[in-house]
């Protein structure tokens, strides 16, 4: 157990630090610019830089320089994948207000999932839907999906928020459980095309 002299020496101490290092924030607040966008900013930023670089030997600024390509990469890819997830989210989040109340959540995730991953793709749009949906669909071959599909790959390039509102009128609504396995198929390539449309507008 620890003692309450010992747990008030170490809140002490802490506090102590932290009051230590709200003094050097406010002591040099005079010198720190804290609005990086100001000339006097980049003149800060670009003399510790130089003083920095002057510190180092020359074998730690080759070190620096040999893995410079490599941590950029890595940035460059940690970035990526936040965006891709963001992404993600927001277009789970789009299709879960749209159609929520008509497919299962797992259902409109695998969708988004299987969009996103061939929206950019050359294959035509009939083809596209059906990859969207075909591992989420059972007793229907790529065949039958591809002739479903067809009407909604054309039908939609004109106003395409009037045709997907006729393409979801024209399945009964009704829980997804007792939605024939038809009717199951040609919502969800009615939303596939809807999530499509709209990843190919936010990357425009």
């Known amino acids: 157990m620890v003692s309450d002299r010992t747990r ?16 050097l924030v406010l002591e040099d607040e005079a010198s720190y610019p804290w609005e990086a ?8 930023f670009e003399r510790l830089e130089s003083e920095w ?3 180092q030997t020359s074998e730690e600024l080759g070190s620096i320089r040999a ?12 970035w990526t994948v936040a965006a891709e997830t963001s992404s ?5 989040a789009n299709l879960a207000q749209h159609f929520g109340d008509r497919v299962p959540q797992a259902m409109l995730a ?12 050359q294959q035509p749009m009939a083809e596209q839907l059906v990859q969207c949906v075909q591992n989420l669909l059972s007793g229907l071959s790529t065949d039958d999906l ?4 067809r009407p909604y790959a054309y039908a939609m390039r004109g106003n395409e928020s009037d045709a997907l509102e006729a393409a979801l009128r024209s399945v009964r609504c009704a829980a ?28 425009a």
């Open 146 to 149: 591809l002739v479903l599909a």
């Open 67 to 78: 893995h410079e390509s490599s941590f950029f990469a890595e940035l460059e890819q940690q």
């Open 110 to 121: 695998g969708i988004a999932q299987q969009a996103q991953a061939i929206f950019s793709t």
């Open 53 to 55: 670089i002057t510190e």
């Open 176 to 203: 997804w459980t007792e939605l024939s396995g038809v009717e199951q198929a040609r919502l969800s390539l009615a939303i596939a095309r809807y999530t499509l449309s709209k990843l190919s507008d936010d990357d």
């Open 88 to 92: 993600a989210d927001s277009v789970n």
């Open 8 to 23: 008030l020496s170490s809140s002490s101490d802490a506090n102590g630090v932290q009051q230590d290092l709200l003094h």
């Open 37 to 44: 966008t100001t000339p006097a900013s980049v003149e800060f």
